[in-house]
């Protein structure tokens, strides 16, 4: 039996759902709000301690962090495999991977909380508020997450999320220039872990970011769309209250990103696997 | 054919080398002079665009980033295995490998410069040490390494670094609580690998008071795992014997004021 506490606007949580649906698993949804501060709840803490969607539940034992559910899952399901079977090919699906992990998670937070979780937030009473950043168990993002509260795309930190977002989508251009999918000419958990970071720029309709563009990732993301698995995993299950909610904030803030985008040095070009090197 | 490019004293290397002599696989030494800057030129950054070591060459494929080292290793060449085959402890395993190379790397700099790296590198002439620095893309981790340098353990990302080892060997000692023997499953396993080159530094430093003053696990641990055939190849007999003299010594002039900073934050 497996059950996946998650949320539906959280990308970790979509890349394990993306898996569960491309090897047709069933499972058993579980909601955590996190809008409300449910992930800090002692029920949640005790599969989860550092109070992050999603946890997987499998037979009764957790597994944790959305990159090791689905190698998980990978090596728990083997059918319909996720991975190279060429093994260095396989190396560089992780070392793609572990970059998004490292560096795209925190600008993720960087570029998505400024324009809209900070709404969702500021929705809460003032003692939940204060609640929601006590409880934070990472007191660094707690600090970030205040500051982007009050300042928006102000906070030199978004700023910094921003720009390097914009960068891994150049080093995805230029990938995709090379291979049809991220690594090798199938589908693998790399194209996994990255499609959500891409779906939900499009959810705050952030779409000129790579439309007309960025031919590759443009050709990429379509080829995402299209399959069945992730319509189930990511695009249908977004509430439609959430997605109208998104798409405004996101069309009225767009302009703000579109001006730090402005500000990135050109691109140099050099190598889609320099991440460590050269994020902001 | 495996070559393996490394230097003696990266952890993230140490860790390979681990594995590789976990597995007694043969394997070519190819040392990158990463206090020389060796890691920037062109050639090398060919193979590994970060710039950093270790680098695998096997059969002219280069394979990078020491945690995928492991898991390459341990997927081509299978035994002994070093991954446990239940999955979910794999899978904590695999977070294992993961935190100690993302929360840790940098740390492992912020107790080793202060006491050693930094006075290798002030032997450097002017213009080396301007190519030392002219040689770092990563700005942040420019001005971390000049402040090391140049305020030992004073800087504050020193005690910082003091701090946040401190909590890891909590870490390792709740951990060991759970697990038993080893750190995760029931035999030894990339995790074990991961953590080992971080006591070594201890050990090298002369601060074994810092593990062995309260935790009795993590103290049998390290025995365990120095006893170990891969222990010896893979952590001491890379070191240059002077290398070693001098950390040694010089860690040994270092760690009351290492225990200093303990005791200011209330954790001695």
Redesign the interface.
Known sequence: MLTLYHHPASPSSAKVRFVLQEKEIPWESAIVDLYQGEQFSAAYLAINEAAVVPTLVHNGRPVRESLVICEYLEEAFPEGPLAPADLALRARMRVWCKDIETFMSVSLAGTIFPANDRHELAKLAPEQLNAYFEHHPNKRLAERKRAWMAEGYASPDARRAVLTYHKFLQKMELQLGRSEWLVGDSLSLADVETAPYVAVLELLQFQRWWVGRLPHVERWYSGIKARPAFQRAHLNIVPDQLRRDMAKRGAEIWPEVEAIIATAEPFNGKSPWAMRAEAL | MLTLYHFPSSVCAAKVRLVLHEKELPWESRIIEILKGEQFQPWYVALN????VPTLV?DD?A???S???C??LD??FADPPLRPAD??D??VM??WA?DVD?YMNGICAGITYPATHRHEVLKLSPEELQRFYDGH??KDKLARRKRLIEQGYQAPDAKHAVLVYDRFLTKLEDQLAKSGAWLTGKSYSIADAAATPYLVRLDMLNYQEWWRHFRPRLDDWYERIKARPSFRPAMIDVMPSKFMADMGTRGSGYWPEVREILKEAGAW
Do not use: G, K
């Open positions: 665009p970060n710039a950093v096997h494929q394979i990078v980033e945690a995928v080292i898991e390459y997927d081509v999955l979910v794999r899978s695999r977070i993961s993302t893309t990563d």
